[in-house]
């Protein structure tokens, strides 16, 4: 997911899944990644995260949005207080900032995403409210709300639904650990809607197509791998499916054998960057012009 969420332009729609109205005031042209992270070591093989500045669409200033990648399995009861020190880091950084340069009293607003992949639902409190020892006294705590993604909770149906091409391979992904014939059958659906992008969007295309091939690689038992690629394959045009076969080649060969004991998520990762850089990463940066659609 960070490879995908890392574009703009399909970061812009995974606002759109969780809040279309606050993806619709972003200005996806002028969005912007920063390279920062909050992250301290032991969390690092488990968890990504990303910051991005996203000006306005038809008024003036900007919103910081900052979102934290869950790839394991199991939940982070400690994950609103460490949302909490991004949050606050980023704001002493600009409370200084505008001290020294004697600037506007204010805060850029900043809005949190939490991202979780894992097969279990996520229980654990999502507000700092639920961490306190002391209910009757969670009005002194300071309010945080989270916009999640808690991807076992997500109906699929509502992700096949939905108009946002992110959703449909977020819609796969959901269905990653179902018997072979609903997981073929979801693989089938959804690529065949992100084959219906239109050419103006071939690059979006292409990487949402890695995208699920490499979930084959990735997360199914290998005797399902060519079963899978045929299926995959007839949901493609056929002009667009030498295409597919040269990135399933790709990938097959860029995807290292030791992403199997760094967890799954990571493996598709590393798979997917070392397969665009082999393709045209270049050409990924057009994905800033598409439409949230």
């Not at 991005?52 to 399995?73: D, V």
């Not at 460490?82 to 606050?88: D, K, P, S, Y």
């Not at 997981?183 to 197509?209: C, Q």
């Amino acid at each position: 997911m960070r490879v995908l969420l890392g574009e703009p332009a399909l970061f812009v729609q995974l606002v759109a899944v969780l809040d279309p109205e606050l993806a619709r005031r972003i200005d996806p042209v002028r969005l912007v990644r920063l390279e920062r992270t909050f992250l301290d070591e032991a969390y690092r093989e488990r968890e990504t995260d990303l910051l991005y500045r996203a000006p306005f669409t038809e008024e003036e200033g900007e919103l910081w949005i900052y979102c934290l990648l869950e790839h394991q399995s199991t939940v982070d009861p400690w994950m609103p207080l460490r949302f909490l020190h991004a949050m606050t880091s980023l704001w002493e950084e600009e409370r200084r900032r505008r001290q020294t340069e004697k600037e506007e009293v204010r805060l850029t607003p900043i809005v949190p995403i939490l991202v979780y992949t894992g097969g279990e639902p996520w229980d654990a409190p999502a507000d700092l409210q639920g961490l306190l020892g002391a209910p009757f006294l969670a009005d002194f705590a300071p309010r945080l709300d989270i916009l999640r993604l808690d991807l076992a909770r997500t109906n699929p149906a509502d992700l096949e639904r939905s108009e946002v091409p992110l959703a449909w391979v977020l819609g796969a992904l959901r269905e990653e650990k179902a018997d072979p014939g609903s997981f073929a059958a979801a693989l089938e659906r959804n690529a065949e809607k992100v084959d219906g992008l239109p050419e103006e969007r071939i690059v979006e295309w292409r990487l949402l197509v890695r995208f699920l091939l490499a979930l084959v690689y990735q997360r199914r038992p290998l005797d399902e791998h060519r079963g899978l690629f045929e299926s995959l394959g007839r949901r493609i045009k056929s002009r667009r499916r030498s295409e597919v076969e040269e990135m399933e080649g790709t990938l097959g060969r860029t995807l290292p054998e030791r992403a199997h004991q760094e967890g799954y998520e990571k493996g598709i990762e590393k798979g997917i960057e070392k397969g665009m850089l082999e393709g045209n990463l270049e050409a990924l940066r057009t994905l800033l012009r598409a439409s949230i659609g």
